[in-house]
């Protein structure tokens, strides 16, 4: 099947586990995969503006997965909004597939970064969103999405830092809090952001309501962050 062929099938939130289980294999990480799932449709259904069409237009929506360790559901949702062929998903992880325990963005179409070592997702995040200001491209939101344990990385709260006193009201972090991070925060996550100078809320990790008017809130000046708070998994 072509990637033109899987643009005409129709999938929706109810498929997306049986896209998920074509992926199979020992390092698939599925407690990882599974906290970020509610949370890459909302964006991706709702919010993202980015398609299959537009995947290199300047003006689209930049997307970064920073917590790329469990990518199958990002896939699914990828495969679910036709910028890969769902045909790919059984081969996941192999040898030959375009499809591996990191995503790839020379390989997987959409994608935007690859993603490696944990902490380096919101740090690019902020250089996409200071290049596309510096092009006088100032309509493209950028998201980054991270887990609660990456924030056990320095090279975020350097970010985080950096972030809101240089008014990057484009950037958007999403952080899927289900509890495996090993340092607590005092006054919680969003109260970290909210010390630099960002605007925050905090939801419901499975609420898809919830998530949309957290996603689309005003924060004029300000970047914004969404912590979604998912059943504690060790992921």
Known sequence: MTISEQRTQTYGYSDLPGLMGLMTGDEK?????????????????????????????????RFLLSKGHGPMAYYAVLAAKGFLPADWLPGFGSYDSPLGHHPDRTLVPGVEIGSGSLGHGLPIAVGTALGLRAQGLHDPAVWTLIGDAELDEGSN????????????????????????????????????????????????????????????APHPGRPHVVVARVEPKNA
Request: aromatic share 8%; charged share 20%.
């Open 29 to 61: 990480h599925g407690p990882a995969a599974t906290s970020t799932l509610d949370v890459l449709w909302v964006l991706y259904d709702r919010v993202l503006r980015v398609g299959p069409d537009s995947a290199d237009a300047p003006g689209r929506d």
């Open 157 to 216: 709260h350097e970010a985080i830092a950096f972030a809101g006193p240089a008014g990057l009201d484009r950037l958007h972090t999403v952080v899927v809090d289900n509890s495996s991070a090993s340092y607590a925060r005092p006054g919680g996550i969003a109260a970290r952001f909210e010390a630099a100078g960002w605007a925050a809320r905090t939801v419901d990790g499975r609420d898809h309501d919830a998530l949309y008017a957290a996603f689309t």
